[in-house]
């Protein structure tokens, strides 16, 4: 009855969004550069695959889409397990892949522009995300913890600040969004296993573990 009682919580609930998005996120731009011809994962961007005439264009908006709702999901269960602003940053990540989805590249220079904004601050908030649980998390007593958020947040932000500084930036491009999620998804797992102590709002209603 104990086990089942905790599995009600609404924070470990939502948490499983912190998973399923970037798993389904990561899948689709692994499945669908595979199966498209002439596409190179080393130089051309993951907006491509659902660009205006792509030929994966759906399967890629359904993966922008689902990682969106993960990590809105996600920003509920860091409201509820941790104190600070770290989720917000994964409320915004969530929204401006919305903004990803509904502005397809190759559709005109406005909406090209506006696209690259919103995967900016797509790229930006991700990082953010795991930046901004490092005091929290310290500060909880988890130094472990924390330590991975803050490697975890600067490689993340420099993997992508390639992507406009150097070449191959298809590969920057992947690899920073990989670290981001990875901690996304271990985030996610600490919460559904209640690996952090509670240190969010819920505290005061939660009773700690």
């Known amino acids: 009855m104990a086990a089942s009682l905790r599995w009600r919580d609404p924070a470990r609930q939502a948490a499983f969004g912190g998973i399923v998005g970037p798993l389904v996120f990561v899948g689709g731009w692994l499945v669908n550069g595979a199966i498209t011809e002439h596409y190179s994962p080393i130089n051309d961007p993951i907006s491509d695959l659902a660009g205006v005439h792509a030929p994966t264009r759906l399967a890629m908006t359904a993966a922008f889409l689902v990682f969106s709702c993960g990590m809105a999901a996600h920003a509920f269960a860091l409201r509820r397990a941790m104190s600070g602003p770290s989720w917000i940053a994964a409320a915004v990540t969530g929204l401006a892949t919305v903004g990803v989805a509904a502005l397809p590249l190759h559709h005109s220079s406005t909406v090209d522009t506006a696209h690259g904004v919103c995967a900016g601050v797509g790229y930006a908030s991700l990082a953010a995300t795991s930046l901004l649980a490092v005091v929290p998390l310290a500060q909880s007593g988890e130094h472990r913890w924390a330590r991975g958020a803050l490697l975890s947040g600067v ?14 930036h298809g590969l ?8 981001g999620d990875c901690w996304v ?10 690996a952090w102590p509670i240190v969010g709002p819920a505290a005061s209603t939660a009773g700690g573990r």
Do not use: E, Y
């Not at 490689?155 to 191959?168: I, Y």
């Open 155 to 168: 490689a993340t932000a420099g993997a992508l600040a390639c992507t406009v500084v150097a070449p191959h």
């Open 172 to 179: 920057f491009q992947r690899v920073g969004l990989t670290i």
């Open 185 to 194: 998804i271990a985030s996610a797992l600490a919460i559904t296993q209640r």
